[in-house]
């Protein structure tokens, strides 16, 4: 049997693909991270499905969930918040999977930072203005980041700045961004977007932070910096859409 990987999305039960749902109604095991997940999208899962959360479990005690299952005869939903190619530990499960010589594939789900900007009203993405997006973490109490990967670097091309992971040293983020983007550049904070709890903070570089540790977030919030946050701007006309681009003629 398989193991099926599925992207949650943000975490709302009608944000799921139509693939996933099925996969979920087929599965007679489902893992789920219960930390992040609304509980209603476990409602797509069929009557009898055993329902494992895994937000206090380690990798080994999953893997020997998924592989108890398999060995069962079960196909198993895997459960991962917004999309599975972010963040997922995708990489060692499968992994282990393979050591047991498990089936296993991969459902995508809508990304939670795309669920953010959605709830923003933001396109990361301006003509003229940004046209690229970085996804990336900190380092808190988790692992290391590689060398390479420093936030002043990615801050110093001017891109669209998406944080996971972060919410908890956004003062110290913001500070540091700042010297690169400016004081007052747009930043903004989506905490569960999509889910029952939604909420959504807008402000600059200078005083997010304060907003952030006033709401008392402390996990599950997305951080997104650039000139694109801001709430109107004014930009060039996309090339693609410029009526004086050549198109060919209609047949």
Known sequence: MTVHFIGAGPGAADLL??????LLRESPVCLYAGTYLDPEVLAHCAPGTELIDTQRLDLDQITDHLVRAHRAGHDVARLCSGDPSLYSALTEQTRRLDAHDVPWDITPGVPAYAAAAATLGTELTVPELVQSVVLTRTRARSTAMPDSEALAGFAATGATLVLHLAI?????????????YGPDCPAAVVYRASQPEQLVLRGTLTDIADQVEAAGLRQAAV???????????ECAQSHLYDPARARPPIS
Do not use: D, K, Q
């Open 17 to 22: 693909t139509v693939r996933a749902v099925n």
């Open 168 to 180: 908890t040293r956004i003062r110290v983020l913001a500070a540091e961004l700042a010297a690169e």
């Open 223 to 233: 951080i997104l910096v650039g000139r694109a946050m801001a709430p109107r701007i």
